[in-house]
């Protein structure tokens, strides 16, 4: 990649995933020296910023979405990022997040709060300053527009590389020649 391009601002977060995505990231190895001389990592779970900052350039979001926080960080992320691209499974079609959707948001708190819960001496649901389940889990593409589709339960770090690459240097890719869905 050439020394005179202009930085990227990057963001990256995770919602509802595992954090399996961004230890692909990670995974890229020796290739996150040569992404980092083209990025500016301006909010992630890497870094301690506070605040979604505005003027990024490129987020990439982790997970889906299953509470109203989601949905307000999600709305937040859209209005000030040139672009999202959703990775792995859970962004982009809800995944293993989404098999509460089996059951409602209501059944599941049950199970885990008081059918299964040793201790709960109050017998009560979480403080409210807990983050409201959603009825169903969604994937990003229902709430926001999303530019860019990265699959793979993680997405692969290979794929996560050549996607970088090619966003730092303006070009085209077809990724589905790096990825698959549930790879
Ligand atoms: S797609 Fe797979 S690895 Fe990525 S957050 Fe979801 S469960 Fe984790």
């Known amino acids: ?3 005179s391009l202009k930085k990227l601002r990057l963001a990256t977060i995770w919602l509802d995933g595992c954090s399996g995505c961004h230890m692909s990231i ?15 990592v301006v909010y992630s779970p890497y870094v301690d910023t506070k605040e979604f900052p ?5 987020t990439i979001v982790e997970g889906a979405l299953s509470t109203d926080h989601d949905i307000k960080i ?3 992320i859209r ?3 040139k672009l999202i691209l959703a990775l792995g499974d859970c962004a982009i079609t809800g995944n293993i997040s989404a098999l509460k ?5 209501e059944a599941v708190l049950k199970r885990g709060y ?3 819960a040793d201790i709960n001496a109050s017998g009560a649901y979480p403080s409210q300053i807990v983050p409201k389940l959603l009825d169903k889990v969604l994937p990003l593409h229902e709430v926001v527009k999303v530019d860019y589709f990265l699959p793979g339960c993680p997405a692969p770090s290979e794929a996560i590389y050549a996607m970088l690459k090619a966003l730092i240097e303006g070009k085209e890719i077809n990724i589905s020649d790096y990825t698959r869905f549930g790879k």
């Open 79 to 81: 209005q000030n990022s």
């Open 74 to 76: 999600i709305k937040q």
């Open 54 to 58: 505005k003027d990024v350039d490129l």
């Open 101 to 105: 959707n089996l059951f409602g948001s």
């Open 1 to 3: 990649m050439k020394d």
């Open 114 to 116: 008081f059918d299964l």
């Open 26 to 40: 990670l995974d890229m190895d020796e290739r996150l020296v040569e992404i980092a001389q083209y990025v500016d």
